[in-house]
């Protein structure tokens, strides 16, 4: 009988001590140490005895041979797109998400679409629940096998029974290996077991998808090293009052990390949202004030965003402002800018500013469009619904260029939209666009071509 290790962890950042201490000096968290039981290396579960090692040598990089088929295709063009093109043979996917955000109906949907063997392990719900939620998803495949397991010992065995292509796994926090005692979701089960299934997905080259819970900070639970081991983390994100979802990359060692994936989620599950526009407009029968639409792009993809903004009277002493989906502190910097260099009188009033559809918006070409949104609710003057923006608005009130001009005035074109307002100094490509293209260079010109 081997003498039991343990070793001391800091459950908020995995940093490992050799005795206990009050507080983590990595992450200056307040008792968060843990005594953890260690276990020896060679007891991995996962051992595959048939093939013998194979020591690597060194290739050429030009000889390297890849092929196309290195790639599953998921059958689900936004998990696609994000992962670069598909699930890579032997990569380690984690995806996270707050709770009931969708990531069991996601995974699960793709396991009954994918035309290939998948395994997918719950330890959160019995086997005759997820037939449940398969039902309501409407499909079935016979290819998908449930199975309800949370040790991964016992996990491995029905791999080796099985041998699926996909494995699933639905979420690392409920998974626990023989070979260490703590409980379930702790650091050190956690950082085992995921180097159990990462040992497995390289091995074998089956892709593996984790299920990774986040904290209230929204940081993926468990060891920050979690995210350093995968290969692709991706984040699902939404708001529960709203019934779109977002696909994100965090990291992605196959792909671009900016690209973006969107859902709706519906009753009968989710469904992929091609053109985003459509949502993030929102419908309404005339023109209102306060609105003005920005073409923005979120990683390659153009997506028209609605910018609502209030400009009232403020009532006490100090005017309000506040922002959803755009940061707080730009909007300052664009009420100063309009109050020196065009002389609107925003000091004595209250500015509330909303980026329609609960997404939040880090690209600069909104800036426009949000000041034309506060001019416009200030003046009670609504802007055409045919008209458009994509500048960024600099400290001396001029508009800036943005990047990739062209592509965001093709989305408004193809959108049916039949004016685009973009900066003077943008170098655009093409000069017979069907959509107009009008050019400005100052605030103050824009406030007098729309009022
Ligand atoms: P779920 O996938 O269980 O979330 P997670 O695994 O991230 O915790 O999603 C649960 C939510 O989705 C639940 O609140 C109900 C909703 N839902 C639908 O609206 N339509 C559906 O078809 C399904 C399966 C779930
Ligand atoms: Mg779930």
């Not at 494995?167 to 690392?172: G, P």
């Not at 991706?234 to 060692?253: C, S, V």
């Not at 909303?354 to 609710?377: E, K, R, Y």
């Amino acid at each position: 009988m081997p003498k039991t290790k343990t070793s001391f962890f800091c459950q908020n950042c995995g940093t490992q001590y050799a005795k206990w201490v009050g507080k983590c000096t990595a992450c200056n968290e307040w008792n968060t140490i843990v005594e953890e039981v260690l276990q020896k290396e060679e007891k991995r579960a996962w051992k595959q005895t048939s093939t013998p090692k194979k020591v690597s040598k060194p290739i050429k990089i030009n000889e390297v041979a890849i092929s196309e088929e290195d790639r599953i295709h998921t059958q689900n063009n936004e998990l696609n797109r994000v992962l670069g093109g598909g699930l890579v043979k032997g990569s380690v996917t984690l995806l996270g998400g707050e709770p009931g955000i969708g990531k069991s109906t996601l995974l699960l949907q793709v396991a009954l679409a994918i035309s290939k063997k998948v395994l997918y392990v719950s330890g959160e719900e019995s086997q005759s629940q997820i037939k449940m939620r398969a039902d309501r998803l409407d499909n079935n495949n016979p290819n998908c096998l449930v199975l309800t397991e949370t040790k991964t010992q016992n996990i491995f065995k029905s791999i080796e029974d099985e041998q699926p292509d996909v494995v699933v796994i639905d979420s690392v926090q409920t998974l626990h290996t023989d070979y260490i005692d703590a409980s379930p979701g702790s650091i050190s089960q956690i950082r085992e077991t995921s180097a159990e299934l990462i040992k497995f997905a390289k091995e074998t080259a089956t892709p593996v998808i984790l299920i990774g819970h986040i904290t209230k900070e929204g940081a993926i639970a468990g060891p920050k090293i979690l995210e350093h081991m995968v290969d692709v983390v991706l984040q699902f994100e939404g708001d529960r009052n709203h019934t779109y979802r977002i696909l994100r990359a965090q990291k992605n060692r196959f792909g671009s990390t900016a690209e973006l994936g969107i859902y709706e989620m519906q009753n009968a599950g989710l469904r992929e949202v091609e053109n985003p526009s459509e949502i993030l407009i929102s419908e309404k029968d005339e023109s209102l004030s306060g609105t003005a639409i920005g073409a923005t792009l979120e990683g390659m993809r153009p997506l028209m965003i609605e910018v609502q903004a209030l400009v009232s009277t403020a009532v006490y002493g100090t005017p309000q402002r506040s922002a959803t989906g755009y940061n707080i502190k730009r909007l300052h910097m664009i009420l100063a800018v309009l109050e020196k260099r065009a002389g609107f009188r925003l000091g004595a009033k209250d500015v509330f500013l909303n980026i329609a559809g609960g997404i939040t918006v880090d690209d600069p070409a909104i800036d426009l469009a949000v000041v034309a949104a506060i001019l416009s609710s200030n003046e009670d003057i609504a802007i055409p619904q045919d008209l458009c923006f994509a500048a960024e608005v600099g400290l001396a009130g001029e508009i800036r260029p943005v990047n990739r001009v062209d592509q965001r005035i093709l989305e408004a074109e193809k959108l049916g939209f039949s004016t685009i307002v973009v900066s003077k100094f943008n170098k655009i490509a093409k000069t017979n666009y069907k959509i107009k293209v009008v050019l400005v260079s100052k605030v103050e010109e824009v406030f007098q071509l729309l009022f």
